[in-house]
């Protein structure tokens, strides 16, 4: 059973950083793309970032680049996604989620998200 | 980056209707699209990828249809668990993109 549980999310101050970990299990971790989306309290879906299985391409939404910083380790089978420099408006759930070739890239496997919150 | 746009943001409707839902792409994009169905408190589902390919396990009641720019997607008789948010995103390009959602709630 594919299984993805994210971890390092909390409460942060602005400018402050924090490391968002997703466990991965159930699949050839080394096999799949990965990404991260968030989702901010009662609002739709933001892509944020993208990792190819050997890290080879890494893509960043615009509204983070220079913020944070995607990772993999294929040996733990873990993802990461390190967020530096945060802001209010980056309160928001994160998950990961697995990405497939469906013509396209399609998610089709999502953890149950870690909330970010950014306040003083 | 490619925008896209759903109508309506909500509806309201009874169990057995026939709802529709539209996504509109600022370029096209062949069938690059997928469609994804949200409850509370849960995390998005896959439904529908390629415009019109049903997940597996995704009910029959669920079709997707269109391209270029503009994508439905169809629930043929509402049942009482898919009061959801639904959304679609573009496969095309990076950055992905998904739509502000489409709210079903019951009449």
């Known amino acids: 059973e594919v299984q993805l549980v994210e971890s390092g999310g909390g409460l942060v101050k602005p400018g402050g950083s924090l490391r968002l970990s997703c466990a991965a299990s159930?699949?050839?971790?080394?096999?799949?793309?990965m990404t991260w989306v968030r989702q901010a309290p009662g609002k739709g879906l933001e892509w944020v970032s993208f990792?190819?299985?050997?890290?080879?391409?890494?893509y960043y939404a615009d509204s983070l680049r220079g913020r944070v910083t995607i990772s993999r380790d294929n040996v733990k089978n873990s993802l990461y996604l390190q967020m530096n420099s945060l802001r209010a408006e980056d309160t928001a759930i994160y998950y990961c989620?697995?990405?497939?070739?469906?013509?396209?890239?399609?998610?089709?496997?999502w953890g149950q998200g870690t909330l970010v919150t950014v306040s003083s | 980056d490619i925008q896209l746009t759903q109508s309506p943001s909500f509806l309201s409707a009874s169990v057995g209707d026939r709802v529709t839902i539209t996504c509109r792409a600022s370029?096209?994009?062949?069938?690059?699209l997928a469609w994804y169905q949200q409850k509370p408190g849960k995390v998005p589902k896959l439904l529908i990828y390629?415009?019109?390919t049903l997940q597996s396990g995704v009910p029959s009641r669920f079709s997707g249809s269109g391209s270029g720019t503009e994508f439905t997607l169809t629930i043929s008789s509402l049942q009482p668990e898919d009061f959801a948010t639904y959304y679609c995103?573009?496969?095309?390009?990076?950055?992905?993109?998904f739509g502000g959602g489409t709210k079903v709630e019951i009449k």
């Open positions: 990792i190819s299985g050997s890290s080879s391409y890494i």
């Open positions: 995103q573009q496969l095309n390009s990076y950055p992905l993109t």
């Open positions: 370029q096209g994009m062949s069938s690059y």
């Open positions: 989620a697995r990405v497939i070739h469906c013509g396209g890239d399609c998610l089709d496997y």
């Open positions: 159930g699949f050839t971790f080394s096999s799949y793309s």
């Open positions: 390629a415009a019109s």
